[in-house]
């Protein structure tokens, strides 16, 4: 069987990459950049934390422990030879992986031994081992890790939101699950969701930067095992519309306190398309950015730290919010001005002008991420896992119109389905 290979150009960058199928039904994505001395390379999976609850082709419907899929990339770095760290440390290549809540990658960075770096990939990431005395091991460094996220500000400010907006989604647990969950794992276990989720035609190759496109076939002809197509069916419980709870707060060892606002949103079955994603960007480019209004004045009223202000269109399998986060002496004045700034913009809309700014800043930061192979692989990792495609997107923000912005209003930012998450200095 022949590869299927096509070549996907961008008309306003100028830029191309390509796309091939497999025989082998791994989706592979080069972006060959000539002038580039570095090559990052991300060898990932459409799974992540939130599918503890799945059914395979031909196989009953199973319920894993939750924390599994991050445990899995853990273990997969080990062999009966060694660890992957080892065999990277020969060719000079960073290595690096990590779980997200939809999926789990492993990437290097190099440049040099390119070739040699991307056979470790290939080859340890369809390599599992797992035994029972490796996997005891590893409970101990996994719990170690998760008491750590236990007392760390942001990562509790970031769940305890979580857990106030979603009643049912996984999305609402810790990646890394708990010590009691991350305890019934078994190697039995790790090897069912290995079997199902690093399936090649559940998986995807991206590589940027300094290549030879053939030489990196001809090496996925060499490492690539064929595999079966089969779908997975990720099962969920329904989710209600509404928030949990609109306020939740927790005392840490922390100078100023935390906060973290969300505003829930009606997910829709699958990912929203690359032109709801670029207008939900550039509506929040045009509230919150430090070009905003909204951003001057909680600025002036000394309400918000310059550096830690931040905003995310957060959006998955089955969940969707937009997150603004910080520092900030009273985080409930926050939240309440950025209520009443969306408020605002719901009745009175943006100005031309306004729209134009937020729209030329997104459109300039996505094209400017394309100097970077590393931002490259990663964007191409993500588009393909969520359905979309890199290019597409920059076209939908070039081509976004105000109204069209401003209607996604709609669905978002509405205030009675918010919730703020607030973390506290301790109490002396």
Known sequence: MSREMREIRSGRTGDHYYEIRHPSGLQILLYPKEHNNSTYAVFGTRYGSVDTTFQATGEEACTVPEGIAHYL??????SEDGDAFSRYAKTGASANAYTSFDSTCYLFSCTDQMYESLEILLDFVQKPYFTEETVRKEQGIIGQ?????EDDPQWRVMFNLLGAMYHNHPVKIDI?????SIARITPELLYRCYRTFYNLHNMV???????????VLALCDKMLKPSTPQEIRRIFREEPAEVVQPRVEQR??????????????????????????????ILL???ASDASPLFRRLLDAGLINESSFSYEYFEGTGYASVIFSGDSRDPDKVAEEIKREIASLRENGLSDAAFERAKRSVYGRNVAALNSAGNIANAMA???????????YIDCVAEADKESVLKRLEVQLRPEYSALSVVLPSAK
């Open 73 to 78: 990339e853990h273990k997969l770095f080990e």
């Open 145 to 149: 890790e998760i008491r750590m996220y």
């Open 176 to 180: 890394a699950g708990t010590v009691e």
């Open 205 to 215: 190759l991206c590589v940027a930067g300094k290549m030879d496109v053939e030489k």
């Open 252 to 281: 840490l060892s922390v100078a100023m306190p935390l906060f973290q606002l969300g505003f829930k949103e009606v997910a829709v079955p699958g990912r929203l398309p690359d032109k709801a994603v670029a207008e939900s960007d």
């Open 285 to 287: 480019e045009a509230l």
């Open 382 to 392: 993500s588009s393909a896992f969520s359905g979309r495609e890199l290019f597409r």
